[in-house]
């Protein structure tokens, strides 16, 4: 079955460095998406790619999609304290549901 | 406000105790599932329903049991809870999947079974 894999696992920066985390899918994706559940809360959605090679961004945060839509990557720009969680992706092949990955887990140190 | 709300948010029971989550949302979605969160494993899917009357498996079934008798409710059900049950339980719910809606998740259920 569909499989999404994310790393790392976990990141420690230091405030004010870059973060970014990859999402790579077993088959070809539908569309992708992202999430990000903050310390003690549930997922909040972020953000869906749909085309091959899409970019979007939103302020410090920078979401790729692969060319042939098996990967995907989110870029965070200067990371501040409010970027502190787990940064999910989740995949779709078709009519399936969404397959989560494991997350990555981002500390920032003020 | 649209939102999804689970009760209760805090569960702590016995094994072979049976127990219900209850899980609705407001905004007409048809899809709704159940996840469970554990360290280090990510969101697995529980069950999921993709309209009324309609329920599937999703990755990790065994021991769950749902109904959706209606289109804003989706209980979870645990007819005889175990320990490796223990868990953070979180229901979600979005528009027709198959346009790829974002999925709107509530608060968040942390049961534990000892």
């Known amino acids: 079955g569909q499989q999404v894999m994310q790393i790392p696992q976990y990141q420690h920066v230091q405030e004010g460095e870059d973060f970014t985390t990859y999402c790579n899918s077993s088959?070809?994706?539908?569309?992708i998406q992202w999430y990000k559940q903050r310390p003690g809360g549930h997922p909040v959605f972020l953000i869906q790619?749909?085309?091959?090679?899409e970019v979007k961004k939103q302020k410090r945060l920078t979401f790729q999609f692969g060319e042939a839509k098996k990967n995907s990557s989110l870029h965070i720009t200067a990371t501040q304290t409010t970027d502190v969680g787990t940064y999910f992706c989740?995949?779709?092949?078709?009519?399936?549901?969404?397959?989560f990955g494991k997350g990555t887990r981002l500390s920032v140190i003020a | 406000e649209a939102q999804v709300t689970q009760n209760p948010r805090y569960l702590i029971t016995v094994t072979g105790k049976k127990l219900t989550v209850t899980c609705s949302q407001n905004?007409?979605?048809?899809?709704m599932s159940w996840y469970r969160q554990d360290p280090g494993l990510g969101l697995r899917q529980i069950y999921y329903?993709?309209?009324?009357?309609?329920?599937d498996k999703g990755d990790v079934p065994e021991g769950y049991k749902v109904s959706r008798k209606e289109k804003r409710n989706f209980p979870l059900i645990l007819e005889s809870p175990s320990p490796n049950q223990t868990s953070l339980y979180f229901c979600?719910?979005?528009?027709?999947?198959?346009?790829?809606?974002?999925?709107?998740f509530g608060p968040g259920t942390r049961l534990t079974v000892t």
């Open positions: 790619l749909v085309k091959s090679g």
């Open positions: 329903s993709m309209n009324v009357e309609v329920t």
């Open positions: 979600a719910s979005s528009a027709y999947p198959g346009q790829s809606y974002e999925q709107y």
């Open positions: 905004m007409n979605h048809e899809y």
């Open positions: 989740a995949g779709k092949e078709g009519n399936t549901p969404l397959v």
């Open positions: 088959t070809t994706l539908s569309n």
